[in-house]
């Protein structure tokens, strides 16, 4: 899976960072390699899911994959 990602400098210094196709997936950094570091974190972060506040049943399969 490919993401956009768009990188600003802050005006205190540093860098932040947004994913617009993940709404609210925004991360920042003092150095572009710490915000680099950050935004793989981030994206982890907005898309995982935690499968025990969901109902499973003993036929159901849970499945990491991917993209």
């Not at 490919?2 to 860098?15: D, P, Q, S």
């Not at 710490?34 to 036929?59: F, G, H, M, R, T």
Request: charged share 25%; aromatic share 6%; hydrophobic share 45%.
């Amino acid at each position: 899976m490919k993401l956009k990602v768009i990188v600003h400098e802050a005006e205190e210094g540093g860098y932040w960072a947004e994913v617009p196709a993940i709404p609210g997936c925004a991360t920042q950094g003092d150095t572009f390699d710490e915000l680099l570091k950050n935004i793989y974190e981030a994206v982890e972060s907005c898309l995982s899911v935690d499968v025990k506040d969901i109902q499973i049943s003993a036929s159901d399969k849970v499945l990491d994959i991917a993209v």
